[in-house]
């Protein structure tokens, strides 16, 4: 029977310092969730308290991670694991969770300013536990955490009834998700006896003794929840009319940051050495890398609405991950999250350009006609995140993809390396298109405002592009020595 561990007053205070971002987090969200209560100044000053409650956590995160080897180890009864894989996480969670923030600052009304702002951190805080995680009923609370106010936020501004409908459609697939991945999690704890993943469940030892299809079956229906949430193909049916109809601050969120979080989640349940003892499962995940490869970029090439391309284009981009995931092992590890870092910030960027552009209206490609005769910073920026996602070298997406592929061939995957290099020959494609416009086409009418991105927006926007344009010359160096 598990019981409740018993601390000293030293142990107490190490387990808090060592998870003092997700405390940080919780502090934030209860601070928001009760400043109509207490009001005064955290009422008045809503935005810089939630910004300096995520760059807190940011700090925090940052300094565990310097002097992480002191803090490595299993916390809470086992429950919450702190690794190299949870100090990456919560770097990157909380820093693109600032930047969001950031880009928004001058987005959302007084009314919705407090729920956004709130619903926000608790989403980060559920995705922290995600990855931090050590067992399935943490790793449910995480998701169930990070995707509820998630639902929210797509449908915040109520009175656009896109938003609205989208919101509803996302909360009641996601619901139908969180249900079969439930249902996949009881068979495993039926066939495996624990819910702890301390020790890989997949791992080539763990083969369970005419259980074999029942474990097989149970994982299926795990990752058809989890592949809910990173929106891999034939699970991504939601995404398109989510990111058209949600905000885009919320949009550039719910694109990156959850489905990182998801991804690493996967990493972690599988193991390293998981395809040695399910080949089965390495066949059904190689799949479904190639098949959201290639149908995310085929219908990306189709769009005209610039969400929706990138929402295929997302699509696209966890197939990329998952090669990373078929491929296994520390060197893939390695290659897969510098791949999520790249993505993460190129993804943002393009959004925050978009939130520049547009706001919040619509995101037709006409709307980028002559962009770069209106506005050539937001335009060459535009340039930049597009051509990071699609690969191009020298920017950082180009190694990103490139050392996720070289860990396939290594891993004898060769084919799926070559599929991945075919697609992003066709993803640079309806990058193209984008570009063609901004810098070669005239702008759609003379009347056409003239994007003039400020304030706390073209702070993030400057740091996400300073982020991508780095890591394509200093990141591969760098998470060869940190990871």
Not at 24 to 47: E, F, K, M, N, P
Not at 112 to 137: A, H, N, P
Not at 235 to 264: C, E, Q, R
Request: overall charge positive; proline content about 4%.
């Amino acid at each position: 029977m598990w019981r409740w561990p018993r601390y000293s007053g030293a142990d107490l205070t190490r387990s808090l310092i060592a998870w003092l971002p997700e405390v940080l987090l919780i502090l934030t969200a209860l601070g928001l969730a009760s400043a109509d209560v207490v009001g005064g100044a955290v009422r008045r000053r809503i935005r810089t308290f939630a910004v300096g409650g995520l760059l807190a956590a940011v700090a925090a995160a940052v300094y565990l991670a310097a002097n992480r080897a002191a803090f490595y180890g299993t916390y809470f009864g086992g429950t919450l694991r702190f690794d190299d894989m949870t100090s990456f996480g919560r770097v990157l969670f909380c820093t693109a969770g600032a930047l969001v923030v950031m880009a928004s600052w001058e987005f959302y009304e007084d009314e919705s300013r407090l729920e956004y702002f709130t619903l926000f951190v608790m989403s980060l805080l559920g995705e922290v536990i995600v990855v931090g995680g050590q067992t399935m009923l943490m790793l449910f609370i995480g998701i169930e955490l990070l995707a509820l106010p998630t639902y929210a936020l797509t449908a915040i501004i109520r009175r656009q009834q896109a938003a609205v409908e989208a919101g509803l459609k996302y909360f009641m697939l996601g619901m139908l998700a969180s249900i079969v991945m439930l249902y996949g999690m009881s068979l495993l704890y039926g066939s495996f006896g624990t819910i702890s993943y301390a020790r890989p469940l997949f791992s080539g030892g763990t083969q369970m003794p005419g259980r074999a299809d029942v474990v097989l079956f149970a994982f299926f229906l795990l990752f058809m929840g989890l592949g809910f949430k990173i929106v891999a193909f034939p699970f991504h049916f939601w995404s398109p009319d989510v990111y058209a109809g949600g905000s885009t601050p919320v949009v550039a969120y719910i694109a990156t940051v959850p489905k990182v979080a998801i991804v690493l989640a996967i990493f972690r349940i599988l193991g390293p050495t998981y395809a040695a003892g399910y080949p089965t499962i390495r066949l059904y995940i190689g799949l479904l890398a190639l098949l959201s490869m290639t149908f995310g970029n085929l219908v990306a090439l189709q769009q005209s609405d610039v969400r929706r391309m990138l929402a295929y284009s997302g699509i696209s981009n966890t197939g990329y991950a998952l090669v990373g995931l078929v491929a296994g092992g520390e060197a893939a590890f390695g290659a897969l999250l510098f791949f999520l870092t790249v993505y993460t910030f190129a993804n943002l960027g393009a959004f925050f350009v978009i939130l520049g552009v547009s706001g919040q209206e619509s995101t037709l490609m006409d709307e980028f006609n002559g962009l770069a005769k209106r506005s050539p910073l937001l335009a060459a920026s535009m340039a930049i995140f597009l051509f990071s996602l699609g690969g191009t070298p020298p920017l950082a997406g180009f190694f990103g993809k490139f050392v996720l592929f070289k860990s396939a061939v290594d891993g004898g995957l060769a084919y799926l390396a070559a599929a991945g290099l075919i697609n992003t020959v066709v993803a640079v494609g309806y990058y193209l298109r984008i570009t063609q416009r901004m810098y070669a086409l005239p702008p759609t009418s003379p009347e056409a405002r003239m994007p003039r991105p400020r304030g706390m927006l073209a702070v993030a926007l400057t740091l996400v592009l300073a982020a991508t344009l780095l890591l394509g010359v200093f990141g591969i160096p760098w998470f060869a020595r940190v990871v």
